[in-house]
């Protein structure tokens, strides 16, 4: 009888199994990451045939939105938060995913026991700015888990509006002033910052929101942001706050305000003076 010698020949090792797949450094298969694109451009392509009156078929179940979040959420993100988007395109929108059952399943994920579902369900729905979602995401800005928090300031504050404003304020302890400024920089009016604004104090949700007012730029509040960055009775924190607005607001009458301030007797004061200033003068040194 032969012996078949050739088997185990070292060109015949096997040094690898011959159906393995090789794994992207986050550990996604190459299938599921092309699935995740694929149900990423059905989204897509859904949401903008909605906008446009046209009848929008959504070809995959809740669960993949949920499973593809990374894609999903900012290919959503890429249709609805483009400028000039209506109340009436919003409503079709809102009507076709309801038609899908869509708004009902991540409604119901946000009880998940799974910390990642609860995450992902806040993120798709503040890509959709689903304005019936805004008294969960509420809740979840007292879950547990860091992640779930984070994830639904940041849908509050893509969903914006009244209630998703108060609610970030309700929950201001929870979060670093400048995590807090950014989302309220994008969920609030300017009625709303101004009003925010006068009832400034010592607290942190004080300070987040005269950096919201500098994020946005907004100039209306100019008069009321220099009242505060002089104000020696005021909080430093605050009034530094306030001087680092000034600075990013950009309005050159604010560069006077600023180059006193760096003169204060408040070190906290004159260093965000300072760093304002360098906004409107870029070769000062830096303090």
Known sequence: MRTSWALNSPDNVATSPQNSTSLYADGRA???????????????????????????????????????????APAIAAVMHRPGITLAQQFRVNRALHRAGFDAAILDAFASPDPITRSAAARLAGALRLADAVAWLADLLEDPDAGVRRSAAVALGRTGGRRAVEALMASAERFHPHELA?????????????GLLRQSDTSPAAVAVALACGLRADALRFPRL???????????????AACRALGMIGDRAAAGVLRNLTYDHNTVVSSAANRGLRRYHPGLPRT
């Open 182 to 194: 950014v989302n309220l920089a994008r969920a609030a009016s300017d009625i709303d910052l101004d």
């Open 226 to 240: 220099v009242a505060i960055a002089r104000d020696p009775r005021a909080d430093p924190e605050l009034r530094a």
């Open 30 to 72: 190459p299938e599921a990451e092309t699935s995740s694109i694929l149900v990423a451009s059905q989204v897509n392509q859904a949401l903008v045939s909605a906008l446009t009156g046209q009848p929008a078929v959504f070809n995959m179940r809740p669960a993949d939105l949920l499973e593809s979040v990374d894609r999903v």
